[in-house]
């Protein structure tokens, strides 16, 4: 950790003020809560791990609160991607005490490659706007490699669909394909009342270490079709539910019982059944 740049942004005016002072009132369309308590964002921060090498990317800083703590918490190379051009006023002295250590990008993150941002290893820790959140993460999860990790604050209702497994009334299509390509923890759950101004819901820290190898080889596009027909009806038996796609033939290849239904199948049947689609499209 730097010293001197741990004592300047330690030294800067409470995020209050600043936001205050660049006249950063939260707005809706932009899914802005703001986080206010250092101690929470530290937390966040040191979830990600060591942030010393390579880049930190982080979505949406606002006023910086989590921008803070990335830096205290010994970020080498932060790149944050910002759409409201007002945070570059209220960032501006962060900017300044982080010594070249902080980049600020405006733009929209829906139309950054983050997998070009900085030099790797790269990582995402964000405080997510919940409008966009399930959009960016798969939006990633498209280059699943080119990041170390994802340490992200979601919805706590997504959090749960992110977490869960067969069983679970949370599991579903973003259980399987995101379980598939990474392996997924909570870190912790927030309640409304730790954002400015407070969300409805309870929120969750996730952090996400994408694997090396997906879980078991399946092709994405043919395992998110199965997913969707799967859990479009999901107390349906998968027999009914995949009859477009060959039904009873289909599962009999993919050795997966009939009578199943898709809320108790794992992810590796899942991916048993893509592969058993894919080779039936590619062979007719
Ligand atoms: N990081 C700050 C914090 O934790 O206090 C703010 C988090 S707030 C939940 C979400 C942030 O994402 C806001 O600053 C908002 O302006 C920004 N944002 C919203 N949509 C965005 C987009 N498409 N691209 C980049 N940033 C966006």
């Not at 991607?81 to 993150?109: F, N």
């Amino acid at each position: 950790m730097n010293d001197s740049i741990v004592a300047k942004v330690t030294a800067l005016p409470p995020l209050r003020e600043a936001i205050a002072a660049a006249g950063f009132s939260a707005k809706r369309s932009l899914g802005q809560n703001f986080l206010l308590d250092l101690n929470l964002t530290r937390r966040i921060a040191r979830a990600a791990g060591n942030l010393e090498a390579g880049t930190t990317i982080e979505i949406g800083p606002g006023p910086g609160g989590l921008t803070r703590a990335l830096l205290i918490e010994g970020a080498g190379h932060v790149i944050a991607v910002e759409r409201d051009r007002r945070a570059a006023e209220a960032l501006a002295p962060l900017v300044s005490a982080a010594g070249g250590r902080l980049e600020l990008v405006e733009g929209d993150a829906l139309k950054v490659d983050l997998a070009t941002l900085g030099k790797p290893p790269r990582r995402v820790v964000a405080n997510l706007p919940y409008n966009i959140a399930t959009r960016l993460l798969l939006g990633w999860l498209e280059t699943p490699s080119s990041f170390e990790s994802l340490t992200l604050m979601f919805q706590k209702e997504v959090a749960d669909r992110l977490i869960a497994g067969p069983g679970d009334d949370a599991y579903g299509r973003l259980s399987v394909l995101v379980g598939w390509l990474c392996n997924v923890s909570r870190v912790t759950d927030v309640p409304p009342s730790a954002f400015t101004p407070s969300p409805k819901v309870w929120s969750s820290v996730v952090r996400l270490a994408p694997r090396s190898e997906p879980l078991e080889p399946a092709d994405r596009r043919t395992l998110e079709r199965i997913t969707e027909a799967a859990f479009a009806q999901r107390r349906k038996m998968l027999r009914q539910s995949l009859k477009r796609f060959g039904g009873d033939v289909l599962l009999e290849a993919a050795g997966v019982e009939p009578t199943q239904r898709p809320e108790r199948l794992s992810i590796a049947e899942f991916c048993s059944l893509a592969r058993a689609l894919h080779d039936r499209e590619n062979t007719a």
